[in-house]
């Protein structure tokens, strides 16, 4: 029984049942809510108290027994359709729909009733239905009902509700002469004229406003105004702003942090240079202040090797030399930026002398996989020559697929080649069987040459399903990234800690966007899985500028306007805040009325390798709620393309065919 189930059991036996509340279906329902869920992050710890809590909106969660009393004076039966009146947290709705059969209910706060729908949908109420509106005048397309609970004080019973009780039917209300203390009534409906009201005691609820309640007092519509029309405004008041990436007080970020053994850095483009630099003042500081030794990122395990090496001062500097990062999309990561930061982690390492205490650079992603093959043969051929030449027949089968792995994928759709998988699988299973004989001769190799032999097994899953299955091949991607990290965290030893960099559809949880409705997961979702609360999601945007990109598959870098934002996306609200640049926390937010209006799920953009501006809303924008996918978002008003190293680019499979991101 963990903490919250503990306190919900104290909380039926001390507060409900003591109080002689006996009803075992509203007990059990009860018993079945998560309370914590309803109230606002800062006061879960008081979720089990006996008393209402604040939520937004001025408002209140009631108090446990209240909504466990209310609930059985309705006599609720399992077939039955209820109606209440003022959802607030949501709380009292979930109870209802626990035991009743269909829960409809009405909110006159917006921000109330779409961070309710959003949680009651979340924790799969799915016979709940919120309406933004006023409640005094009922739900009358579903009408009738069974039961209604008004959860708000009014002068009297409003008509509408008594004509939308079906005969039979029981209303619950607070009444009252003034707007703080009422009489909790029970109307039955006895037949079509007839009426019966029963007086169950004095309670205490926030007023009932609307055409059948009390008028809106000039006092709460000013607050609502306020709260209504101002979200970038309370952005504003919510977040850190700063003048330049190379000045920015980074402190308060780092606190936020605190021991996170992940931090994974986000791009709302593959093309922004200030998404890499700010990453890149990021990751110097994790580096020295927070003791990190890991930068893992979108690209190729090979690729990223040659980096590793010459960080640790054991080859030249690739980006000028050997040029590895040579297939579209080059300027990913062959670009001043990333050249810049490659310098500093080598000045950084020169300065330690211990080759464990070095920061190593590791690309999680699978699109080396001709590549990779090479890596391991070529080590075979050195260290086991028997078993090189077997290896070298197994790999043999993807061979003909060398230039091209896409048609890989399509041709074993047909069935009319060899699929590899056993044979890339005998492989790597042949490496791991002598990893001991191996690893001891030489650690550091063999572990580049097992994640290369995994990368080739994973590979040639994800093109094998490519065709068929574009969801699945996403998450064998992701999942692959994953555990690539997992391998490299250990690795690198129980202490080390990471910096991811991709983009933010890769980092930010999943599930908090249209992709999981597409059965999609991603490393940022597996993330926060496994680590919890060790694992600090950071995703970026901006509003308008240029951007590094092409506009097909495999054409050329082009520098492209970015368009100004749409105007339902987070990028607009954060357009309108009016300032340059900012850090916005959201796991830990300044105002949690902030946060809480951002839960509702707006559009937000995701630029590739590819941008197309003229089909934008549909190439580039999904749905997503920016405070569950992201612990933090950082925002450049304007921005501008990365520069790559070099302006030809060589043509090929792209590294992120065929999703560009
Ligand atoms: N049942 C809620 C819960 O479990 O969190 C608590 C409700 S709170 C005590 C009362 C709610 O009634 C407030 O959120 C208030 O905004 C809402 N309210 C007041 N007048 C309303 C009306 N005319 N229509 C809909 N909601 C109303």
């Given amino acids: ?140 397309e579903y009408a009738p009902f069974d039961a209604i609970v008004v959860a708000a004080g009014g002068p009297d019973v409003p008509q509408n509700l008594k004509q939308q009780l079906a ?56 607050v609502t105004e306020k709260i209504e029309a101002s979200l970038p405004e309370l952005i504003y008041q919510s977040s850190e702003h700063f003048a330049s990436i190379d000045h920015v007080n980074l402190d308060n970020l780092l606190e936020r942090i605190g021991d996170s053994r992940l931090v994974l850095l986000g791009e709302a483009s593959h093309g922004t240079a200030e998404f890499y630099e700010m990453r890149a003042r990021i990751t110097q500081e994790l580096i020295e202040k927070k003791g990190f030794t890991i930068v893992a990122a979108e690209a190729d395990w090979p690729d990223a090797a040659h980096i590793d090496r010459y960080i640790h001062g054991t080859a030249p500097d690739p980006l000028l030399e050997s040029r590895p990062f040579s297939r579209f999309p080059t300027w990913m990561w062959a670009n001043h930026s990333v050249l810049e930061f490659t310098h500093w982690l080598k000045a950084h390492n020169d300065k330690i002398a211990s080759f464990d205490k070095q920061v190593g650079f590791y690309g999680l992603d699978l699109y080396s996989l001709f590549h990779s093959m090479e890596v391991v043969l070529n080590y075979l051929d050195k260290v086991d020559p028997d078993t090189a030449e077997v290896a070298r027949l197994r790999y043999g089968c993807l061979l003909p697929w060398a230039s091209d792995p896409g048609m890989y994928s399509q041709v074993t759709i047909t069935k009319q080649y060899k699929e590899c998988e056993e044979d890339v699988l ?12 191996y690893a001891w001769a030489d650690g550091e190799r063999f572990f580049n040459v097992e994640q290369n032999a995994r990368l080739v097994t994973n590979a040639e899953r994800y093109y094998r399903t490519m065709y068929y299955a574009e969801n699945n091949s996403w998450n064998q991607r ?92 987070y990028e607009r609200v954060c357009h309108e805040v009016h300032t340059d640049n900012f850090l916005l926390p959201l796991r830990k937010p300044l105002q949690e009325i902030t946060r809480t209006k951002l839960l509702a799920e707006r559009l937000e953009r995701a630029i590739g390798v590819i941008y197309r501006p003229e089909t934008e809303l549909q190439s580039h924008y999904f749905y997503a709620s920016l405070p569950r996918q992201f612990d933090e978002y950082i925002w450049f008003d304007e921005s501008r393309a990365v520069e790559p190293l070099t302006k030809e680019t060589t043509k090929g499979v792209p590294d992120t065919y065929p999703f560009g991101l």
């Fill in 426 to 437: 005998a492989t790597l299973q042949d490496l791991l069987n002598k990893r001991l004989e």
């Fill in 167 to 222: 005969i039979g039917g029981r209303l619950v209300i607070p009444v009252g002469t003034t707007m703080r203390t009422q009489k909790l009534l029970r109307v039955r409906r006895i037949s079509e004229d007839e009426f019966h009201e029963e007086n169950l005691g004095d309670v205490r609820f926030v007023p009932l406003i609307g055409a059948a309640g009390w008028e809106d007092e000039t006092a709460d519509k000013a």
């Fill in 1 to 140: 029984m963990n903490k919250f189930e503990y306190l919900r059991k104290q909380m039926i036996d001390y507060q409900l049942a003591a109080r002689g509340l006996r009803d075992r279906t509203v007990l059990k329902a009860v018993s079945a809510v998560p309370r914590e869920a309803f109230v606002p992050a800062d006061l879960v710890e008081f979720a089990y108290n006996d008393s209402p809590l604040p939520i937004a909106a001025s408002q209140t969660i009631s108090q446990p027994y209240i909504v466990a009393l209310m609930t059985a004076a309705l006599e609720l039966k399992p077939e039955e359709r209820v109606l209440e009146i003022g959802t607030g947290s949501g709380y009292a709705a979930a109870v209802l729909a626990e035991i009743a059969k269909e829960v409809y209910t009405i909110e006159r706060h917006k921000i109330l009733a779409d961070t309710a729908r959003i949680r009651l949908e979340e924790l799969g109420y799915n016979n709940t239905q919120v309406l933004y509106g006023d409640g005094t005048l009922g739900w009358p």
């Fill in 478 to 569: 992701d999942q692959h990234m994953f555990e690539t990290l997992q391998a490299v965290l250990a690795f690198r030893g129980p202490d080390s800690k990471a910096v991811v960099w991709e983009h933010n559809s890769h980092i930010g949880d999943a599930r908090a966007t249209q992709m999981s409705a597409r059965g999609e997961f991603n490393i940022g979702q597996l993330a926060r899985q496994e680590y919890d609360d060790a694992a600090y999601l950071i995703g970026f945007g901006t509003d308008h500028g240029t951007v590094a990109a092409a506009s097909e598959w495999g054409g050329p870098m082009e520098v492209k306007q970015v368009q100004p934002s749409h105007i339902e996306s």
